[in-house]
C-alpha cells in the first residue's frame, strides 16, 4: 500500500511539474498571440460559412425556377401528346380520293337522275376518277366515321360537326 501511496504522489508531483512549466514557457504575449491566431480562425470560418449560405440560398432559387420550368415543360409535353394522338387518327381515318365531274350541267348528256313524280333529266356528276381522266379536286374522307344517315350537329368522326349543310349536298339539282 505504501508502495502505491509513493507511486502516485510521484504522478502528481511530475504532472504539477509538467504542467507549470508549459505554463510558465508560454506567457503573456504567447497567449495572447494564440488568442489572435483563433480569432482570426472563427473570423475566417464564419466569413466561408456567410458566403455557403448565400450559395446555398441563390441555389435554392435556381432550383426553384427550374420546378416552375419543368412544370411548364410538363404542361407543354401534355398538349404535344393530345396533338400527337390527334395526328395519329388523322393518319388512321383519313384518306384521300381524285374526283372528277362527269355529264354536263345543261343536261346535255350525262348521268340519269329520277326526280320526284318518276321524271328523269340528264345532269352532271361527281364520281371518282377514273385511270387517264382529269382531276377536279381531290377529296378528303373521314373513314373512321360511323354514321350511316346524315344527321346535323352530330358527332361521330375525328372533326367537329357541321353546323348546316351546304347547298352543294342539299339534295338540290342545279340547272
Known sequence: MRRVLIALTAVLAMSLYFT???????????????????????IKAEKKIASLSKTVSQQGQTIASQGQTIATQGATISGLTKTTKFVKSLEECLFEAPFTQYGDPEGSFGYLFEEEGGG????????????????????????????????????????????????????????
Do not use: M, Y
Open 120 to 175: 328523269e333529266i340528264k345532269t352532271s356528276a361527281l364520281d371518282i376518277s377514273e385511270e387517264g381522266s382529269s382531276i377536279l379536286a381531290w377529296f378528303i374522307f373521314d373513314a373512321c366515321n360511323p354514321q350511316e344517315t346524315l344527321a346535323l350537329n352530330s358527332v361521330g368522326g375525328i372533326f367537329p360537326a357541321a353546323k348546316a349543310s351546304s347547298d352543294l349536298f342539299s339534295g338540290v339539282s342545279r340547272r
Open 20 to 42: 507549470g512549466g508549459a505554463q510558465a514557457i508560454c506567457g503573456g504575449p504567447c497567449l495572447n498571440h494564440r488568442v489572435r491566431q483563433l480569432s482570426s480562425g472563427l
